[in-house]
């Protein structure tokens, strides 16, 4: 089961990068390369504890959907979501916020993931899956930090 842990130092308070990072809209933006869109559950919005999203995005190749849940939520310092449905074998992501002062918040990533058909899937882990899962995650973290830190924010979290 690999475990990729990232974390990324954020200008902005620890509120805004907690919301960014809870952003349907913001996660669209940082996966546009593989054309994701929410198709059922949340679909807009800020995600909340027990929300579910049903995604669908061309993986590898292949499009795909998968469904997480909201699992786990402490505002602003921590959520989890957990697939439900997908690909994997499961998944568990922890989003961990820690403020460094007024206006600078670390943010963490820990996604423990299971990849599908047993030896096959450690394989894959091994020669491309585990990278290719890393570099979403770093996308994801750099859109974040780049929305946070500039002014767009004000128009994602206007509402």
Known sequence: MPL???SIDINAPIERVFDLARSIYVHKISTKHTNETAIAGKTSGLIELNDTVTWRAKHLGFYQTLTSKITQYNKPYFFEDCMLEGIFAGFQHQHIFEKIDDNKTMMKDEFN???PFGMIGK???KLFLENYMRNLLIKRNDVIKEIAEGED???I???
């Open 4 to 6: 990729i842990s990232l």
């Open 157 to 159: 979290l206007r509402d």
């Open 123 to 125: 394989i894959a882990d």
């Open 113 to 115: 993931y299971t990849s």
């Open 153 to 155: 924010w004000r128009e």
